[in-house]
Protein backbone atom coordinates (compact mmCIF):
# COMPACT_ATOMS: atom_id res chain seq x y z
CA UNK A 1 0.00 0.00 0.00
CA UNK A 2 2.55 2.40 0.93
CA UNK A 3 4.65 1.72 -2.06
CA UNK A 4 1.31 2.78 -4.42
CA UNK A 5 1.69 5.91 -2.08
CA UNK A 6 4.71 6.41 -2.88
CA UNK A 7 6.15 6.71 -0.33
CA UNK A 8 10.11 6.98 0.09
CA UNK A 9 11.04 4.84 2.66
CA UNK A 10 9.36 1.86 1.33
CA UNK A 11 10.54 2.55 -2.06
CA UNK A 12 13.92 2.30 -0.37
CA UNK A 13 13.16 -1.39 1.16
CA UNK A 14 11.90 -2.60 -2.03
CA UNK A 15 15.43 -1.48 -3.67
CA UNK A 16 17.26 -3.32 -1.09
CA UNK A 17 14.97 -6.23 -1.01
CA UNK A 18 15.45 -6.72 -4.66
CA UNK A 19 19.21 -6.77 -4.26
CA UNK A 20 19.29 -9.32 -1.16
CA UNK A 21 16.64 -11.40 -3.87
CA UNK A 22 19.14 -11.27 -6.61
CA UNK A 23 21.98 -11.60 -4.59
CA UNK A 24 21.02 -14.98 -3.05
CA UNK A 25 19.08 -16.20 -6.20
CA UNK A 26 21.25 -19.10 -5.99
CA UNK A 27 19.09 -20.55 -3.04
CA UNK A 28 16.23 -18.06 -2.75
CA UNK A 29 14.38 -18.64 -5.88
CA UNK A 30 13.98 -22.22 -5.10
CA UNK A 31 14.23 -22.59 -1.62
CA UNK A 32 10.22 -21.02 -1.02
CA UNK A 33 8.79 -23.75 -3.70
CA UNK A 34 10.24 -26.24 -1.91
CA UNK A 35 8.75 -25.21 1.24
CA UNK A 36 5.22 -25.17 -0.30
CA UNK A 37 5.61 -28.71 -1.89
CA UNK A 38 7.11 -29.71 2.15
CA UNK A 39 3.73 -28.29 3.35
CA UNK A 40 2.38 -30.80 1.23
CA UNK A 41 4.01 -33.78 2.69
CA UNK A 42 4.57 -32.75 6.42
CA UNK A 43 8.41 -33.04 6.22
CA UNK A 44 11.18 -31.43 4.26
CA UNK A 45 12.88 -34.77 3.87
CA UNK A 46 12.23 -35.75 0.03
CA UNK A 47 12.62 -39.57 0.16
CA UNK A 48 9.17 -39.38 1.62
CA UNK A 49 8.18 -37.11 -1.22
CA UNK A 50 7.24 -38.56 -4.96
CA UNK A 51 9.87 -39.14 -7.36
CA UNK A 52 7.96 -36.35 -9.35
CA UNK A 53 8.77 -33.87 -6.24
CA UNK A 54 11.56 -35.05 -5.27
CA UNK A 55 13.66 -34.16 -8.62
CA UNK A 56 11.69 -31.25 -9.82
CA UNK A 57 14.59 -28.57 -9.34
CA UNK A 58 16.57 -30.59 -11.26
CA UNK A 59 14.43 -31.31 -13.81
CA UNK A 60 13.56 -27.55 -14.39
CA UNK A 61 17.76 -27.17 -14.33
CA UNK A 62 17.96 -29.19 -16.97
CA UNK A 63 15.05 -27.37 -19.16
CA UNK A 64 12.61 -30.20 -18.29
CA UNK A 65 9.22 -28.91 -20.33
CA UNK A 66 7.29 -30.55 -17.74
CA UNK A 67 9.21 -29.94 -14.66
CA UNK A 68 9.27 -26.46 -15.59
CA UNK A 69 5.91 -26.01 -16.47
CA UNK A 70 4.85 -27.86 -12.65
CA UNK A 71 7.39 -25.54 -11.47
CA UNK A 72 5.97 -22.16 -12.57
CA UNK A 73 2.19 -23.21 -11.65
CA UNK A 74 3.58 -23.33 -7.95
CA UNK A 75 4.61 -20.27 -8.41
CA UNK A 76 1.35 -19.00 -9.33
CA UNK A 77 -1.14 -20.53 -7.00
CA UNK A 78 1.43 -19.43 -4.41
CA UNK A 79 2.92 -15.81 -5.34
CA UNK A 80 1.40 -14.20 -2.15
CA UNK A 81 3.30 -16.67 0.75
CA UNK A 82 6.40 -17.17 -2.02
CA UNK A 83 6.91 -13.10 -1.93
CA UNK A 84 6.37 -13.48 2.05
CA UNK A 85 9.05 -16.10 1.77
CA UNK A 86 11.49 -13.97 0.39
CA UNK A 87 10.60 -10.70 2.26
CA UNK A 88 10.65 -12.87 5.37
CA UNK A 89 14.29 -14.05 4.71
CA UNK A 90 15.16 -10.43 3.85
CA UNK A 91 13.91 -8.97 6.86
CA UNK A 92 15.59 -11.15 8.81
CA UNK A 93 18.77 -10.34 6.68
CA UNK A 94 18.56 -7.26 7.50
CA UNK A 95 17.93 -7.42 11.10
CA UNK A 96 21.25 -9.51 11.69
CA UNK A 97 22.92 -6.55 9.19
CA UNK A 98 22.04 -4.25 11.46
CA UNK A 99 22.63 -5.56 14.85
CA UNK A 100 26.14 -6.62 13.30
CA UNK A 101 26.56 -2.60 13.17
CA UNK A 102 25.48 -1.67 16.12
CA UNK A 103 27.17 -3.86 18.38
CA UNK A 104 30.58 -2.77 17.51
CA UNK A 105 33.88 -4.15 18.68
CA UNK A 106 31.40 -6.95 20.34
CA UNK A 107 31.92 -10.17 18.21
CA UNK A 108 29.91 -12.90 17.66
CA UNK A 109 31.30 -16.40 16.65
CA UNK A 110 28.41 -18.17 14.60
CA UNK A 111 27.41 -21.76 14.44
CA UNK A 112 28.13 -23.53 10.84
CA UNK A 113 26.83 -27.34 10.75
CA UNK A 114 29.27 -29.79 8.38
CA UNK A 115 26.04 -30.80 6.43
CA UNK A 116 23.21 -29.47 4.33
CA UNK A 117 19.59 -29.50 4.27
CA UNK A 118 17.12 -31.42 2.01
CA UNK A 119 16.56 -28.15 0.35
CA UNK A 120 20.26 -28.01 -0.54
CA UNK A 121 20.35 -31.96 -1.61
CA UNK A 122 17.54 -31.12 -4.01
CA UNK A 123 19.13 -27.47 -5.59
CA UNK A 124 22.46 -28.60 -5.79
CA UNK A 125 22.26 -32.51 -6.26
CA UNK A 126 24.99 -32.54 -8.91
CA UNK A 127 27.65 -31.60 -5.88
CA UNK A 128 26.74 -34.92 -3.85
CA UNK A 129 28.11 -38.10 -3.79
CA UNK A 130 24.87 -40.45 -4.40
CA UNK A 131 24.83 -42.76 -2.21
CA UNK A 132 26.58 -41.99 0.81
CA UNK A 133 26.14 -40.04 3.88
CA UNK A 134 28.17 -38.46 6.72
CA UNK A 135 27.73 -38.96 10.54
CA UNK A 136 30.26 -39.62 13.67
CA UNK A 137 32.49 -42.48 14.29
CA UNK A 138 31.49 -42.47 17.83
CA UNK A 139 28.92 -40.70 20.25
CA UNK A 140 26.14 -42.39 19.57
CA UNK A 141 23.84 -44.67 21.78
CA UNK A 142 26.02 -46.83 24.04
CA UNK A 143 28.48 -45.03 21.97
CA UNK A 144 27.81 -46.41 18.66
CA UNK A 145 27.90 -44.10 15.53
CA UNK A 146 25.93 -41.60 14.64
CA UNK A 147 23.91 -41.62 11.49
CA UNK A 148 23.41 -38.33 10.82
CA UNK A 149 21.98 -38.84 7.42
CA UNK A 150 23.98 -35.72 5.99
CA UNK A 151 24.81 -35.82 2.48
CA UNK A 152 28.49 -36.11 0.94
CA UNK A 153 30.09 -33.54 -1.21
CA UNK A 154 31.69 -35.36 -3.92
CA UNK A 155 35.72 -35.05 -3.38
CA UNK A 156 35.78 -35.59 -6.94
CA UNK A 157 34.17 -31.81 -7.10
CA UNK A 158 36.09 -29.96 -4.76
CA UNK A 159 38.42 -29.20 -7.11
CA UNK A 160 39.38 -28.73 -10.77
CA UNK A 161 42.79 -30.26 -11.94
CA UNK A 162 44.29 -26.52 -12.02
CA UNK A 163 43.41 -26.05 -8.45
CA UNK A 164 40.43 -23.54 -8.72
CA UNK A 165 37.05 -24.68 -6.68
CA UNK A 166 34.93 -27.00 -8.84
CA UNK A 167 31.27 -27.05 -8.26
CA UNK A 168 31.42 -28.52 -4.84
CA UNK A 169 34.24 -26.43 -3.81
CA UNK A 170 31.72 -23.29 -4.81
CA UNK A 171 29.20 -25.14 -2.93
CA UNK A 172 31.05 -24.85 0.08
CA UNK A 173 32.84 -21.68 -0.13
CA UNK A 174 29.21 -20.05 -0.75
CA UNK A 175 28.36 -22.05 2.62
CA UNK A 176 31.07 -19.85 4.55
CA UNK A 177 30.60 -16.76 2.95
CA UNK A 178 26.89 -16.65 4.17
CA UNK A 179 27.88 -18.02 7.86
CA UNK A 180 30.34 -15.09 7.99
CA UNK A 181 28.36 -12.67 7.02
CA UNK A 182 27.14 -11.60 10.68
CA UNK A 183 30.04 -13.06 12.37
CA UNK A 184 33.12 -12.18 12.87
CA UNK A 185 34.36 -15.92 13.29
CA UNK A 186 32.65 -18.85 12.80
CA UNK A 187 32.66 -22.23 14.51
CA UNK A 188 32.28 -25.37 12.55
CA UNK A 189 30.70 -28.39 14.15
CA UNK A 190 32.50 -30.78 14.03
CA UNK A 191 35.53 -30.41 12.38
CA UNK A 192 36.77 -33.77 12.43
CA UNK A 193 34.18 -34.12 9.83
CA UNK A 194 36.33 -32.30 7.64
CA UNK A 195 39.59 -33.55 8.40
CA UNK A 196 38.44 -37.51 8.01
CA UNK A 197 34.63 -37.45 7.76
CA UNK A 198 32.74 -40.69 8.90
CA UNK A 199 30.90 -41.91 5.36
CA UNK A 200 28.48 -44.53 5.53
CA UNK A 201 26.13 -46.15 2.83
CA UNK A 202 22.41 -45.69 4.71
CA UNK A 203 21.56 -49.35 2.97
CA UNK A 204 23.93 -51.34 5.24
CA UNK A 205 22.02 -49.60 8.65
CA UNK A 206 21.32 -52.58 11.09
CA UNK A 207 19.99 -52.30 14.56
CA UNK A 208 20.73 -54.18 17.03
CA UNK A 209 18.69 -53.14 20.83
CA UNK A 210 19.57 -53.82 24.20
CA UNK A 211 17.94 -53.18 27.50
CA UNK A 212 18.94 -49.41 29.47
CA UNK A 213 17.01 -48.83 32.94
CA UNK A 214 14.50 -51.28 32.01
CA UNK A 215 13.74 -49.99 28.70
CA UNK A 216 15.25 -51.78 24.92
CA UNK A 217 16.52 -49.26 23.37
CA UNK A 218 18.12 -49.62 19.32
CA UNK A 219 21.41 -48.38 18.31
CA UNK A 220 23.07 -48.96 15.01
CA UNK A 221 25.32 -51.79 14.83
CA UNK A 222 28.99 -50.99 14.14
CA UNK A 223 30.09 -54.53 12.81
CA UNK A 224 27.39 -54.35 9.91
CA UNK A 225 27.70 -50.77 9.04
CA UNK A 226 29.54 -50.04 5.56
CA UNK A 227 31.79 -47.11 6.30
CA UNK A 228 34.73 -45.27 4.77
CA UNK A 229 36.75 -42.90 5.96
CA UNK A 230 36.96 -43.66 9.80
CA UNK A 231 39.07 -41.72 11.79
CA UNK A 232 42.10 -43.25 12.92
CA UNK A 233 45.19 -41.02 13.20
CA UNK A 234 43.01 -37.53 14.96
CA UNK A 235 41.08 -39.28 17.79
CA UNK A 236 42.53 -36.30 19.99
CA UNK A 237 41.02 -33.40 17.54
CA UNK A 238 38.86 -31.06 18.77
CA UNK A 239 35.29 -31.24 18.24
CA UNK A 240 34.96 -27.76 16.60
CA UNK A 241 36.65 -25.68 14.63
CA UNK A 242 36.76 -21.56 14.50
CA UNK A 243 37.81 -20.01 11.35
CA UNK A 244 37.53 -16.30 10.91
CA UNK A 245 36.16 -13.37 8.35
CA UNK A 246 39.72 -11.86 8.38
CA UNK A 247 41.76 -15.01 7.35
CA UNK A 248 39.09 -17.04 6.34
CA UNK A 249 41.02 -20.19 4.86
CA UNK A 250 40.85 -23.74 6.20
CA UNK A 251 43.15 -26.50 4.50
CA UNK A 252 42.03 -29.62 4.68
CA UNK A 253 44.04 -33.26 4.39
CA UNK A 254 43.22 -35.56 1.71
CA UNK A 255 41.60 -33.56 -0.56
CA UNK A 256 38.48 -33.71 1.79
CA UNK A 257 37.68 -29.70 2.42
CA UNK A 258 38.64 -26.74 1.24
CA UNK A 259 38.69 -23.08 1.76
CA UNK A 260 40.29 -20.07 0.67
CA UNK A 261 39.57 -16.52 -0.27
CA UNK A 262 36.26 -16.69 0.98
Known sequence: EKLKQKDTQAKKLEKEMKTFVDKNSYWLEYYPVLDVISQKYGTDYYPHWSKEDAQLIQGVKQAQQPAIARYNQIRKDNADYIEKYKFTQFVVDKQAEEDTKKRGDFVYIGDLLVGASSFDEMI???????????GAKNGGVFDSPQLWNVPLVDPDKLFKPNGELAEGGEFLRL??????QDAKNIRIDHAMGLVDPFI???????????????KEVSYPLREKLQAVGLTTDYDGFAGALTISSTNPSLYIRNKFLFCNNI
Do not use: S
Request: glycine share 10%; hydrophobic share 35%.
Open 175 to 180: KVKKAL
Open 200 to 214: YKPETVVYGTKMDNG
Open 124 to 134: FADVFKPGYKI
